[in-house]
């Protein structure tokens, strides 16, 4: 186990909903980077979180958003749902250390919107 | 384009068989990469770092060619845990950007 945990596992809503999935970081791991996979789709880069700042975005729009806290764990926040925000969403974390920059990922969280 | 692309499969092989798996990247300013295996439902796992020079762990080798911004994934005398799909993923250098292509599915048959 990489020690990355996520909740929830899974989660519904209906379309206009707001959601917010949790990531906690393996002890000692300063960066947390969120993915969203579509089904049959490599994970997408969505944003990374590093000492509280956000440190990199993806091609997503401003509903969505996210936290980093002072544990590092993190929050993605996700406005005003679409059918297409329907995916696995993945949090990694790491410590980019010069030469060192593996991610390890959490189980995910399976979101569901209808 | 896609920045990272990879054979779309699916591979489905006889156990003990050799198969190679086939990516290339756009961004010539990348500085790392990786294999990662995701079995379903699951998260993905690191399966070994690609080097310059080429790197071997047991029944896997990972080569990379810069020039031709090509990664390439050996795994020799398949096992049916080898089944799962193959993600060849790179890291952009800033930021930590992790890049992934859309994965090679692997079905290793008795």
């Known amino acids: 186990e990489t020690g990355v945990t996520q909740s929830p596992t899974h989660l519904i809503k209906t379309r206009g909903q707001q959601v917010t999935l949790r990531c906690s970081s393996q002890?000692?791991?300063?960066?947390v980077s969120w993915y969203q996979q579509a089904l049959g789709q490599g994970p997408q880069f969505i944003f990374q979180?590093?000492?509280?700042?956000?440190?990199g975005r993806g091609n997503f729009p401003p509903r969505f958003s996210g936290l980093q806290f002072p544990n590092y764990s993190s929050e993605l926040n996700v406005n005003a749902l679409e059918l297409d925000d329907s995916a696995l969403y993945l949090c990694?974390?790491?410590?980019?250390?010069?030469?060192?920059?593996?991610?390890?990922f959490g189980p995910g969280t399976r979101l569901t919107v209808l | 384009r896609k920045e990272v692309e990879q054979d779309p499969g699916p591979f489905n092989v006889p156990e003990g068989a050799t198969v190679a798996f086939n990516c290339t990247y756009s961004?010539?300013?990348?500085?790392?990469f990786f294999w990662y295996r995701q079995d379903c439902r699951k998260e993905p796992k690191l399966l070994m770092s690609?080097?310059?020079s080429g790197n071997e762990d047991g029944r896997f080798t990972a080569q990379l060619n810069r020039a031709s911004q090509y990664i390439s994934l050996l795994i020799r005398d398949s096992k049916l845990s080898d089944s799962a799909t193959y993600l060849c993923?790179?890291?952009?250098?800033?930021?930590?950007?992790?890049?992934f292509g859309a994965g090679t599915r692997l079905t290793v048959k008795p």
């Open positions: 979180y590093y000492r509280e700042e956000e440190n």
């Open positions: 993923v790179v890291n952009r250098g800033n930021n930590n950007d992790m890049r």
């Open positions: 990694a974390s790491s410590v980019p250390l010069a030469g060192e920059d593996t991610q390890y």
């Open positions: 690609v080097y310059s």
């Open positions: 002890s000692g791991h300063n960066t």
């Open positions: 961004n010539s300013a990348s500085q790392s």
